[in-house]
């Protein structure tokens, strides 16, 4: 029996013995007032029918006095006992009310840090290779990568670098929105409606396919550019890991569901 039906079982045996305790009451003082006086003999003096009159007077104040006390003793009795087990109910009621919602917090805290222990720790394992074609220094956006928590990420400026490195990596991301001829133009151009003009286009477009040429169906290929590169939206890209990336921010994302996605792969080909 839980807490609480032990207590309304309580209370319904305190409310019953009080209502018999009362009933009893009032069967005596009930018993009390059919004692009424005899009317009396013709022959019986007046003063000893308003001697017994007076006695009966008496009987049933103390009746009804007694009756009174014993009913407030029951009250007093049983209000401040049902008081205080109510404050008992109350305290346990609070009590395991509370321990229920510390320990559904607690388990609610632990889900949401094994969640992200699982993210960092995927994030943790994935080595990512940045590659800015003929790259003299490295990029502010490749320091951000480099912050982001995954292995070490390798700066590549060379395709040879990137095949060297290719063995072990998930994610290569191809930089061509920081790439710059020698006199220190950008290569990649748009047009007024952010698409990537046709010489940009085609330089783009054959970096990919160098890119996706010596790295396995299994890596995934974040191409970085503030502009639109039409060649992504070839059919062929559906049985390649391919994601464009528009500025920082979606870069650094979509890194890290690039780390998604190859640790997924790895663990389907493992299964299968």
């Not at 305190?14 to 009317?39: D, E, F, G, H, Y």
């Not at 710059?180 to 952010?194: E, F, I, N, S, W």
Request: with cysteine; aromatic share 10%; hydrophobic share 45%.
């Amino acid at each position: 029996m839980t807490l609480r039906n032990r207590a309304t079982a309580f209370e319904w045996a305190k409310w019953a013995t009080l209502v018999l305790a009362i009933a009893a009451s009032v069967a005596i003082i009930t018993m009390a007032v059919n004692m009424s006086p005899s009317s009396g003999q013709a022959a019986q003096a007046e003063s000893e029918v308003l001697a017994k009159q007076l006695e009966f007077v008496l009987k049933m104040n103390s009746a009804f006095l007694g009756f009174l006390g014993i009913i407030g003793a029951l009250l007093t009795w049983f209000f401040k006992n049902n008081l205080e087990d109510a404050k008992k109910v109350a305290s346990q009621m609070v009590r395991e009310g509370l321990d229920q919602h510390i320990q559904e917090r607690v388990q609610e805290e632990f889900r949401y840090w094994e969640m992200s222990a699982r993210t960092e720790r995927v994030v943790g394992q994935t080595l990512v290779n940045y590659y800015l074609p003929d790259g003299i220094e490295e990029p502010r956006e490749f320091f951000l990568v480099k912050q982001r928590g995954f292995r070490p990420p390798i700066f590549c400026s060379r395709l040879e670098e990137v095949r060297r490195a290719s063995d072990d990596v998930d994610v290569v991301i191809l930089d061509v929105q920081n790439w710059k001829d020698p006199a220190g133009h950008r290569v990649v151009q748009l047009t007024d409606r952010g698409w990537l003009v046709p010489e940009s286009e085609a330089l783009v477009k054959e970096q990919i396919d160098l890119l996706r040429s010596m790295l396995s169906d299994a890596v995934v290929l974040v191409v970085y550019v503030r502009g639109i590169v039409a060649y992504l939206n070839d059919a062929k890209f559906e049985r390649f890991y391919v994601l464009p990336a528009n500025n920082q921010v979606t870069l650094l994302g979509h890194a890290v569901n690039g780390a998604y996605v190859a640790y997924a792969d790895r663990i389907a080909s493992q299964r299968s």
